[in-house]
């Protein structure tokens, strides 16, 4: 089992920046990969950003490349999401992910394991 607790959202007006953090805990937790979706309201879960075990293999979602950035540090089993430009439009709750397979990491039903989420709002 694996637990994943998110911090660092908040209330930002467009075009600021954020960084968010999901410590992780439990037993394999070192050997997750993991990632970063969200929801809005009304609106499906979608893939934001992804991270392998090693960290050296990285994807994200178009809407997003140039802008954000996910990390992580396995000495502390912390992922990072840094978002910078952010629109009014990202506005949702970001939760944090992780799952066996980096390769299924994009889509929802594959997570293994979820956070309880973020909000992140973000004022035009």
């Known amino acids: 089992q694996v637990q994943l607790v998110e911090s660092g959202g908040g209330l930002v007006q467009a075009g600021d920046s954020l960084r968010l953090s999901c410590a992780a805990s439990?037993?394999?937790?070192?050997?997750?990969?993991m990632g970063w979706f969200r929801q809005a309201p009304g609106q499906e879960r979608e893939f934001v950003a992804a991270?392998?075990?090693?960290?050296?293999?990285?994807d994200l979602a178009d809407s997003v490349r140039g802008r954000f950035t996910i990390s992580r540090d396995n000495a502390k089993n912390t992922v990072y999401l840094q978002m910078n430009s952010l629109k009014p439009e990202e506005s949702a709750v970001y939760y944090c992910?992780?799952?066996?397979?980096?390769?299924?990491?994009?889509?929802?039903?594959?997570?293994?394991?979820w956070g309880q989420g973020t909000q992140v709002t973000v004022s035009s």
């Open positions: 439990g037993r394999t937790a070192s050997r997750q990969n």
């Open positions: 992910a992780a799952a066996f397979k980096f390769d299924r990491i994009k889509d929802s039903s594959a997570i293994n394991f």
């Open positions: 991270i392998g075990q090693s960290g050296r293999f990285t």
